[in-house]
């Protein structure tokens, strides 16, 4: 139909994308080969049927076994290369890739081989494709303080190429507050902040209110439960804070949510971004389609489609004169 070349054309900007959750099946089979992996010997149809999850630990199970196969920096070029030129195609212009450091470090791939890797894809990826794009390392919330800390003195070398810091996987019992030093230290090297809080998660409200009041967060990754609260909405609201809402891991995770829970935040004045999440485990959903779920779930009229949009290129961690070549 007509409105989904509406779609495909719309100038995009992602924000809320785990490099590691692009990895498909198809490249999963060439980095088993390469590597020496069992998984070699599977087709990607045998590698998409275990692909089914029912909340955040059934889904994190699964990307840390993808993860499991990166090895080389040339994997990690691969896989980034392939995210961006995916979605170069979609006419995505900028992208804020997270990736997640410690799921290598602690296997023993060393912090360089993953940033090396990605730094010169994306480098490639702009030079082939002419898409712009940005890193934001995540801290793995399950995991220590002080391996947050460590990892932040590892980046410290690499921080030109690093716009922000966030904060991902088991939210559980990981409250942003455990990390409130390393993101002190992140802000004072002058990199931005973002964290998730995610999709009907214990303490959910005290986390999102943590995350705004305690730790600088400039942004909620999902935090659809800020509408549980009016007073967090209202801070929301008055600090602009944009919302990276990802209606895949949405319409899996609390069916409805995208007929509800977008339409209950335009309704509240909150500034929303619509997102893929992680592509490779949730049926190849980026940007122009994870736009027709938010489209066709919540009714966007083509205005409102144009308005979040928009929205990616006034959050985007860019100077003004870039932001300018977008807007
Ligand atoms: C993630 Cl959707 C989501 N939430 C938390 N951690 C993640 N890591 C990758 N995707
Ligand atoms: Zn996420």
Redesign the pocket.
Known sequence: PASDTFLEALPKAEL?V?L??TLEPALKIILARRNGHPLQNMTEDEIRAGYSFHD?PS??AL?YEGVDLLQTEQDFYDLCYAYLKKVASQNVLYTEM?F?PQLHTRRGVAFGTVITGITRARKDAERDFGIRSQLVM?FI?EMSAESAEETFTQALPYLSDIVGVGL????KGNPPAKFANVFRRAREAGLHVTM?C?IDQENTHEHIRQALEDVGSERL??GLNVLDRPELVAQARERHIPFTV?PF?NMVIRPGSNEKDIRALLDAGMTITINS??PGYMHSVYMTEALKLARDGANLTPQEVVTISRNAFNAAWIGEAERQTYL
Not at 168 to 171: G, K, L, V
């Open positions: 809320h785990h590691e959750g955040l889904f994190l990307y997270f997640d995540c919330r991902d996987s088991d939210e998730h995610d990754d999902h990802c891991p999440d992680d």
